[in-house]
């Protein structure tokens, strides 16, 4: 009888790695439209809310560049991480203590005016570098699993967050929970043309990421952890000395990315401005299997992707939470792709 047999595929080329990953992606974005159709959004609209109204009218591509920043940090950060076989899902904590140490700068009004700024951004890469060393520090030492230990470390800084803005850190001016509003030097500007300098900060930073992964002794022997740490070890390369500067790396990119955030975006700390970034670090890093560079295009894709869902919400009731379920359609999508890549499926007939 005939029956189907499952290979391992030694090697794919670059084209039927590309394509596979874009009919993969498209499969998950045709099953999303099917979703979103079912929940009234009518097909016309689908078109002219993902391309033309987020694509071809500057407000809304001055909008997707300005989500685009934060994206790309978080979504770099989570590449670095994985490279190094540390798998950082604490992303959203992380980011938390990053905006926290920098409303902290500005709060206590450290440091002049002139240097605010900087200070603000160096806390938060401070701030996440200590955040994810506990996780890393518990994996090396006690063997903890780091995909338990930064899920759970997420809820820690997020009820440290509440504890602040519901407490000392409120607004006298309002009482709301949110921080007072920062001062305007201690925003990041809009450079001319109307881009923000958030979005030059993001691409700075992936561009020497990019140049760290790639082309340095740094990124050589990380190619070799990634492959494996017990082989990279005989090699005499460095594993931990490596694995704890990306996983450092990792968090001062997705601190950076909560710097981002309420220094550009909000003006002031809040109690959900890092909502659905972990999520989409993680699709980030995997739609671009782990590569700094890609991350950027692939983060754009996915600002698209959030610009196009806010206007889903407005005009159409559609709740954030099925913006998320695309995230998560295309993330299946993606791994089923990754599925293929490894495997080969062959139609076997079988012998009388």
């Given at each position: 009888m ?9 090697e794919?080329?670059a ?16 099953i999303?439209?099917?979703i ?20 071809f009218?500057?407000?809304?591509l001055?909008?997707?560049?300005f989500?685009?920043?934060?994206l ?11 490279r190094?076989?540390?798998w ?9 203590w ?9 709060l ?5 005016p ?10 938060a890469?401070v ?7 506990l ?6 030492r ?10 759970l470390l997420n809820?820690?800084a ?17 009482s ?5 509003l920062?001062?305007?030097f201690e925003?990041?500007?809009e450079?001319?043309?109307?881009i ?7 691409l ?12 340095s002794?740094?990124g050589?022997h990380?190619?070799f952890?990634?492959?494996?740490p ?5 090699l005499?390369v ?8 990306a996983?450092?790396?990792?968090g001062?990119l ?6 981002v ?10 109690q ?5 970034y ?6 980030i ?15 754009l ?9 806010q206007?889903?919400q ?9 913006v ?21 499926v062959?139609w ?5």
């Amino acid at each position: 009888m005939a029956r189907l047999v499952l290979d391992i595929r030694r090697e794919a080329s670059a084209p039927f790695h590309a394509a596979l990953t874009a009919a993969s992606v498209f499969a998950g974005l045709a099953i999303s439209a099917a979703i979103l159709i079912a929940a009234g959004v009518p097909p016309a609209a689908l078109a002219d809310e993902f391309v033309v109204a987020t694509l071809f009218d500057a407000q809304s591509l001055h909008a997707v560049l300005f989500q685009a920043a934060p994206l790309i940090m978080v979504g770099a950060g989570a590449a670095i991480a994985f490279r190094a076989r540390f798998w950082n899902l604490g992303l959203e904590g992380q980011m938390i203590w990053g905006a926290i140490a920098a409303t902290a700068v500005s709060l206590f009004e450290i440091g002049p005016p002139m240097l605010r700024l900087p200070l603000m951004f160096l806390a938060a890469i401070v701030a996440g570098m200590a955040w994810i060393a506990l996780p890393l520090l518990l994996k090396q030492r006690l063997a903890v699993n780091e995909i338990v230990s930064t899920l759970l470390l997420n809820y820690v800084a997020l009820n440290v967050l509440l504890h602040l803005l519901y407490g000392a850190w409120a607004d006298p001016k309002d009482s709301f929970p949110h921080s007072p509003l920062y001062r305007g030097f201690e925003r990041l500007p809009e450079l001319p043309g109307g881009i923000s300098s958030a979005l030059v900060l993001a691409l700075a930073a992936v561009a020497a990421l990019a140049w760290l992964t790639l082309a340095s002794r740094f990124g050589f022997h990380l190619r070799f952890v990634q492959a494996g740490p017990a082989v990279a070890r005989s090699l005499g390369v460095p594993v931990l000395g490596v694995t704890v500067a990306a996983t450092l790396l990792s968090g001062s990119l997705a601190a950076s990315a909560g710097f981002v955030i309420v220094a550009a975006q909000e003006g002031r700390l809040t109690q959900s401005f890092f909502t659905g970034y972990g999520v989409s670090g993680v699709l980030i890093a995997f739609l671009a299997r782990n590569n700094p560079a890609a991350a950027a295009i692939v983060a754009l894709l996915v600002a698209i992707l959030f610009a196009a869902g806010q206007n889903l919400q407005v005009f159409y009731q559609i709740p954030f939470a099925m913006v998320q379920l695309i995230q998560a359609i295309v993330v299946i999508a993606a791994a089923a792709a990754d599925f293929f890549l490894r495997h080969r499926v062959r139609w076997v007939k079988g012998i009388g």
